[in-house]
């Protein structure tokens, strides 16, 4: 069974946040509970883009605000 429910998780400035709300993701990717993990990023000035990037998520970069 594959999974048709698509993640998205806004962010900005995450680094610290967002490692352990991937981690807890992820399961549910390799599961096959969760179809697509996309991390939206409002012009992180930290980690976070990298943080998403080496998790595997699909990263969306807008610009700063």
Do not use: Q
């Not at 992820?26 to 998403?52: F, N």
Request: proline share 5%; with cysteine.
């Amino acid at each position: 069974m594959t999974a048709n429910i698509s993640v998205i998780v806004p962010t900005l400035d995450a680094e610290k946040t967002l490692p352990s709300c991937l981690e807890a993701l992820i399961e549910g990717l390799m599961a096959g509970l969760i179809k697509e993990l996309i991390v939206t990023d409002g012009g992180s000035k930290d980690a976070t883009c990298a943080i998403a990037d080496e998790a595997g998520a699909n990263v969306i970069r807008g610009p700063a605000s």
